[in-house]
Structures are given as C-alpha cells and as structure tokens.
C-alpha cells in the first residue's frame, strides 16, 4: 500500500480529484494518510476532512522565522511517514532537508508544459497571464519529481490543452485543471504505487 501524504494551499481541487480516483479505484494501491497546508483557511482542508482524512496547519505565521517553520514542517512529515509526497497547489518552498529526507518522493503538479511558463513567480493565475500574453496556442499541465530548483525535477507526466481565441486567465486555468491537472496528478500516483516508475539519468522511465 502506497502511503501518500498531500501538501497544499488552497482551494483543494487537485486533492479532490485524487482522493475521488482513489474511491473510484482508479488510483491502486494507495491510502492518502494526511494533508498538510501552510493556510488554516485552505478549502482543502475541509475537503480532506470531510472525507475523513488527517488535516492539519502548518503555517509560517506560527513560527519566529523560516527555517524553524522548515523543521516543524520536516518534522511533522518525517512524523506520517510517507512513501509519497504530493504537493497539490502548495505555495511553499520545499526545505532542501526534506528534498534530501525523500529523494525522488515528492511529486508537483505544475500548470504549465515545463519548461515553459514554470520558476520564479509562475504560479496559480500568473501561469496563465502569461501564457495569454505570450500568446501560446496549446499549453497544459506537468507532474514532476521535485529536486532542489524550482519546477527544474524529473519530469513524469505532461497533458497539453489547446489555448482558445477568447480566454482570459481565468477561463484558461479552469480548463487546464479540468482537463489536464485533474487527470494526470491521478494517473501519476497510480503509475508509482504500481511500482512502474524509475528516474534514470534525471530521466522518468514509465513501464
Ligand atoms: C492550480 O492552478 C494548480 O495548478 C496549482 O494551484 C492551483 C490551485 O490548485 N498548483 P488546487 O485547486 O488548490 O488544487
């Protein structure tokens, strides 16, 4: 049984579209054992416990400064003991000790085709304003290893969706979700806890 710990922000829709593929049984194998976000006002902790999953806060506000913010956090996830960790919108910066304490164990969701649009300030809406004023035609979603840069690990699965004439940010960042986010995050936690995924070379063999 894969134990899965997801890490999140805020309004949850990648957590729920994982822990519905687990009832669903089109996620195998796997128990999500707790859900942690730096926000007490995250929606997604409401979802996690209204499905009866460990939800809880850790939040920076919390803590005299970052790096005893980092320990809590480490800490506290040493403490679940997860085979997998999955940030699902988690707008928090990844100690480069808990990098080092799961090697290849943790998994992003990025919305955008990385390398495009990903790194420093590319994150939630901002992906998508600047994929409109770029004026890109196709753009879509990306799961990757986290490694110590900033969307820069192995990548594992990316799903690609067309831009339209009259989007906005908004309308954009709704379909990327829906069509892209929301069924790769799924599908690559599957793909793991059926043991069919290696890294070679800082390459994502799939079986
Ligand atoms: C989504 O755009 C996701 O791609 C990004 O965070 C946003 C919110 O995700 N990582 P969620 O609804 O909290 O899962």
Not at 129 to 141: P, Q
Not at 167 to 172: A, I, M, V, Y
Request: charged share 20%; hydrophobic share 45%.
């Amino acid at each position: 049984m894969l134990k899965v710990l997801v890490c999140v922000s805020g309004g949850g829709t990648n957590l729920q579209a994982v822990m519905d593929a687990v009832d669903a049984g089109e996620i195998k194998n796997t128990e999500i054992i707790g859900v942690i976000s730096n926000n007490k006002n995250a929606f997604a902790l409401e979802r996690a416990r209204k499905k009866g999953i460990d939800a809880l806060c850790i939040s920076p506000k919390d803590f005299p400064d970052r790096e005893t913010f980092n320990q809590a956090l480490l800490e506290t996830v040493k403490e679940k003991n997860p085979d997998l960790i999955v940030l699902a919108g988690f707008l928090v910066a990844i100690p480069p000790a808990m990098i080092e304490a799961f090697p290849n164990r943790i998994i992003n969701i990025h919305p955008s085709l990385i390398p495009s649009f990903c790194g420093v300030g590319y994150y939630g809406l901002h992906v998508h304003e600047a994929v409109l004023a770029r004026g890109v035609k196709v753009t879509g979603a990306t799961v990757h290893f986290v490694d110590s840069g900033m969307d820069t690990g192995p990548i594992l699965l990316q799903k690609a969706v067309e831009v339209k004439q009259d989007d906005t940010p908004k309308t954009l960042q709704q379909r990327v979700m829906e069509e892209a986010e929301w069924k790769i995050l799924p599908k690559a936690i599957d793909l793991i806890a059926q043991g069919k995924v290696t890294i070679t070379e800082g390459k994502v063999n799939i079986q």
